[in-house]
C-alpha cells in the first residue's frame, strides 16, 4: 500500500476540531454544524458522584477522576478545567486568606464557596494604592487577605532602595525570626501551587486526547469590578462614587492595563483566545444608567479593545439584570465577543447582539434545579425557537450547575446533541 505520508486522525481528535470549529464559528458569527451545548459545571461533579466537595477541593487525584469521568459522560462542546479554581483548599489554608470560606473550613463538607464582602483597601487608602500599587500591595493589601502574610506589614518600602545610603541598610528587617517563618510557608505553598498546575495541565491534555477542548484560556476583570470585588468592598465602592469619584476613576485607569495583561498572558500562556470575564458591579441594581457610562463601560470597552486587539476572543458572564447595558454591549467589533447571559432576554437580546456577538446562555438554573426532564426540553423549544437564525448562539446554563439535578444536566445535554 502506498504510504501517503498522512497520519490518519483518531475519533478523538476528530471530535476534537469538530467542537472547537463549532465553537468557534459560533463566536465568529458564522453559522455552526450545530448549536453549541456546554456548561459551567462548577461543582457539579462532585454532588454527581456523590463526594464531598470538601475532598475534591483537597485531594487532586479524587477531583481530575471525578471531572474526567463527569464531564466525558455528559459530553459539553468545551470542557471547564476545575483546578485553577477550585481545587484550592490546601493552598488558601495554608495562606491563612481571608476572602473566601470554602468547604470545611467556616463551611460544611459539602458547601460551595463563600465570599467575604469586605473594605481590604480602607477609603483613605487610595493615594497610597496610586502612588505605588505594588508597595500598597505588599503592606496592607496583602497582611489583611492573606494572614500568613502579616509579616509583609513590617517590609521596608522597597522603592526606597537606590544606592548605598538608601536603603542598604533594608537587608536586616528582611531575616527576622517572622519573616523567615514566612519564607517556609512560602515554600509550602510554592509545593501546593506546583501540584495545582500540574493537574492543570494534566487535566487539559486528558480532557483534549479525549476530544474536548477547553472553554478558556485565560482569566480577568473589568477594573472597575476589580476594585470593587477585592479592594473596596461593595459597599465602599458604592459610597465612594459619590464621595470621591475623581479617585474611583484614577484606580480603574491604574488597574486597566495589569487586567489587558493577565488576560493576554493567560492566553499566551495556554495557546487558548478565550478569555474569561466576570461581570460583577455593572448590573442595573448597583449602578444607575449615568454611572455605568462614567464608571464602568469605559474601563470595560477599553479591557474588550485591549484583548481584541491582541487577537483574542473575550467572554463575559453576564451576571444579574443586564438588559439596560445590553446597548453598550452592541459596541464591539463583530464576531469578536461571546457574552453568556444570566437573564436572557431572548427578543432583546437578537435584536441587539445577532449581527454583533455571540450569545450564551438560554437555560434557567431553577428549572435544572427543581424542574423536570420534560420542563428542560420545553425551555429548550422556546430558546431555540425565539433564537432561530441567530448564528452566534450557544446553549449553556445561566450560571455555574452546582445544585442542578443530574436527570436535568442529561436532558438538556442528550436534547441538544439530537439536533
Known amino acids: 500500500m502506498e504510504n501517503t505520508g498522512q497520519t490518519t486522525k483518531t475519533p478523538e481528535q476528530t471530535a476534537y476540531e469538530q467542537r472547537e470549529k463549532r465553537i468557534m464559528d459560533a463566536i465568529q458569527l458564522k453559522k455552526p454544524d450545530r448549536i453549541p451545548v456546554t456548561a459551567m459545571f462548577s461543582f457539579f461533579p462532585a454532588r454527581y458522584k456523590g463526594i464531598p466537595i470538601r475532598t475534591t477541593m483537597y485531594d487532586p487525584d479524587v477531583m481530575f477522576d471525578t471531572w474526567v469521568e463527569t464531564l466525558t459522560a455528559f459530553a459539553p462542546d468545551l470542557s471547564e478545567n476545575p483546578f485553577p479554581m477550585r481545587h484550592l483548599g490546601n493552598l488558601l489554608e495554608t495562606f491563612d486568606f481571608k476572602m473566601l470560606k470554602w468547604a470545611g473550613h467556616g463551611l460544611g463538607d459539602d458547601v460551595s464557596y463563600q465570599f467575604v464582602d469586605e473594605e481590604y483597601m480602607k477609603a483613605d487608602e487610595y493615594d497610597a494604592f496610586l502612588y505605588d500599587m505594588t508597595d500598597y500591595m505588599m503592606h496592607k493589601f496583602w497582611p489583611r487577605v492573606f494572614g500568613a502574610l502579616a509579616p509583609c506589614a513590617n517590609l521596608p518600602h522597597f522603592h526606597d532602595?537606590?544606592?548605598?545610603?538608601?536603603?542598604?541598610?533594608?537587608?536586616?528587617p528582611l531575616f527576622t525570626d517572622e519573616m523567615v517563618a514566612m519564607g517556609k510557608m512560602l515554600r509550602k505553598a510554592a509545593g501546593h501551587t506546583n501540584t495545582i498546575l500540574s493537574y492543570a495541565g494534566k487535566f487539559s491534555q486528558t480532557m483534549a486526547q479525549k476530544g474536548f477542548p477547553a472553554n478558556y484560556g485565560a482569566a480577568t476583570q473589568v477594573p472597575f469590578d476589580t476594585l470593587g470585588d477585592f479592594?473596596?468592598?461593595?459597599?465602599?465602592?458604592?459610597?465612594?462614587?459619590?464621595?470621591?469619584?475623581?479617585?474611583?476613576?484614577?484606580?480603574?485607569?491604574?488597574?486597566?492595563?495589569?487586567?489587558?495583561?493577565?488576560?493576554?498572558?493567560?492566553?499566551q500562556r495556554t495557546g487558548n483566545p478565550r478569555v474569561f470575564i466576570p461581570l460583577h458591579k455593572g448590573v442595573e441594581s448597583f449602578m444607575s444608567d449615568a454611572q455605568y457610562q462614567k464608571f464602568y463601560w469605559p474601563g470595560f470597552k477599553a479591557l474588550l479593545d485591549g484583548l481584541i486587539d491582541e487577537g483574542l476572543y473575550p467572554c463575559p458572564l453576564v451576571e444579574g439584570a443586564y438588559d439596560a447595558r445590553v446597548k453598550y454591549l452592541a459596541q464591539v467589533p463583530s464576531g469578536k465577543v461571546c457574552y453568556h447571559f444570566e437573564n436572557f432576554n431572548a427578543p432583546l437580546l437578537k435584536e441587539e447582539l445577532a449581527h454583533v456577538a455571540c450569545v450564551r446562555g438560554g437555560m434557567p438554573l431553577r428549572i435544572l434545579s427543581t424542574g423536570?426532564?420534560?420542563?428542560?426540553?420545553?425551555?429548550?423549544?422556546?430558546?431555540?425557537?425565539?433564537?432561530?437564525?441567530?448564528?452566534g448562539f450557544m446553549v449553556d446554563a445561566s450560571t455555574g450547575l452546582d445544585e442542578a439535578r443530574p436527570e436535568?444536566?442529561?436532558?438538556?445535554f442528550d436534547y441538544m446533541h439530537q439536533l
Do not use: H, N, W
Open 408 to 412: 436535568c444536566v442529561r436532558a438538556m
Open 161 to 172: 532602595v537606590m544606592c548605598y545610603y538608601f536603603g542598604t541598610f533594608y537587608a536586616a
Open 231 to 267: 479592594l473596596r468592598g461593595t459597599k465602599g465602592l458604592m459610597l465612594d462614587m459619590r464621595r470621591r469619584p475623581e479617585k474611583v476613576l484614577a484606580a480603574v485607569d491604574k488597574l486597566l492595563p495589569i487586567m489587558i495583561r493577565l488576560g493576554v498572558s493567560g492566553a
Open 372 to 391: 423536570t426532564p420534560d420542563d428542560v426540553k420545553a425551555q429548550l423549544d422556546k430558546v431555540l425557537a425565539e433564537m432561530e437564525d441567530v448564528p
